[in-house]
T-cell receptor, first 115, second 112 residues
Framework: DQQVKQNSPSLSVQEGRISILNCDYTNSMFDYFLWYKKYPAEGPTFLISISSIKDKNEDGRFTVFLNKSAKHLSLHIVPSQPGDSAVYFC??????????????FGKGTRLHILP | DGGITQSPKYLFRKEGQNVTLSCEQNLNHDAMYWYRQDPGQGLRLIYYSQIVNDFQKGDIAEGYSVSREKKESFPLTVTSAQKNPTAFYLCASARGQGNGYTFGSGTRLTVV
C-alpha cells in the first residue's frame, strides 16, 4: 500500500516554462514533506522541504505547496532549466511521533526539460 | 568534508555468491539506512539502524543482512537467498528528528 504517490512517471516541459510535479499521500499523520532530486547513477540530493504547519515554502526557483486537507503537495520550478532534468522523489515522514524517523518515498517523476 | 561514502560504485558478482556493499559516514549521524532502487519502483527500504548494535528490517529485507558495529559504518550483505539482487543500492544517514537524509552516491550491483 503506497503511502506516498507520484502518479506521473514522467513529465516534459519546455525550457523557461514552469514545471509542476505533484504528489499525494494517504497517511494523515505525516507532518514533514521533502523533495529530492536524483541524477542517473547518483544518490538523491535534498531539494526542499515543508512542515505541515506551513502551506508554502520557497527557495529560489523552487516552491513547494502543501494542501493538508487534500493530502496533496506540489513542487513548482520556475523557470525550468536544462539542469533540472532529473528524477524527483516526493517523501514524507512523521519525525516527532515516528521514533525510527523513516522517510517514505514516492516512486519518482522523471522530468525532461526540452530545449 | 563530511559525507557518506559508498564503495564500490560498480560491482559484479556471480549468481549464488554473497556480496557486501560498504557504507561509511563521517557526519556523526546516528541513523543509517539502506535502500534499493529499481526502474519504476522508486526507493524501497531494506534495513535501517537508529543506533550502534541495533537495526531493523525495512520493507524488503529478505535475502539481505546488515551489521552496525560502529556508528560510522553500516555494511549491507546481499546473500544468495536474494532472488533479484541486480539493482542500484543507496545508503543514507540522518541526524534524526526530521532532518532528512544524506545519501551516498550508490552502488550498482550486477549479478550474472
Amino acid at each position: 500500500d503506497q503511502q506516498v504517490k507520484q502518479n506521473s512517471p514522467s513529465l516534459s516541459v519546455q525550457e523557461g516554462r514552469i514545471s509542476i510535479l505533484n504528489c499525494d499521500y494517504t497517511n494523515s499523520m505525516f507532518d514533514y514533506f521533502l523533495w529530492y532530486k536524483k541524477y542517473p547513477a547518483e544518490g538523491p540530493t535534498f531539494l526542499i522541504s515543508i512542515s505541515s504547519i506551513k502551506d508554502k515554502n520557497e527557495d529560489g526557483r523552487f516552491t513547494v505547496f502543501l494542501n493538508k486537507s487534500a493530502k496533496h503537495l506540489s513542487l513548482h520550478i520556475v523557470p525550468s532549466q536544462p539542469g533540472d532534468s532529473a528524477v524527483y522523489f516526493c517523501a514524507a515522514s512523521n519525525p516527532f511521533e515516528n521514533r525510527d524517523d523513516k522517510i517514505i518515498f514516492g516512486k519518482g517523476t522523471r522530468l525532461h526539460i526540452l530545449p | 568534508d563530511g559525507g557518506i561514502t559508498q564503495s564500490p560504485k560498480y560491482l559484479f558478482r556471480k549468481e549464488g555468491q554473497n556480496v557486501t556493499l560498504s557504507c561509511e559516514q563521517n557526519l556523526n549521524h546516528d541513523a543509517m539506512y539502506w535502500y534499493r532502487q529499481d526502474p519504476g519502483q522508486g526507493l524501497r527500504l531494506i534495513y535501517y539502524s537508529q543506533i550502534v548494535n541495533d537495526f531493523q528490517k525495512g520493507d524488503i529485507a529478505e535475502g539481505y543482512s546488515v551489521s552496525r558495529e560502529k556508528k560510522e559504518s553500516f555494511p549491507l550483505t546481499v546473500t544468495s537467498a536474494q532472488k533479484n539482487p541486480t539493482a542500484f543500492y543507496l545508503c543514507a544517514s540522518a541526524r534524526g528528528q526530521g532532518n532528512g537524509y544524506t545519501f551516498g552516491s550508490g552502488t550498482r550491483l550486477t549479478v550474472v
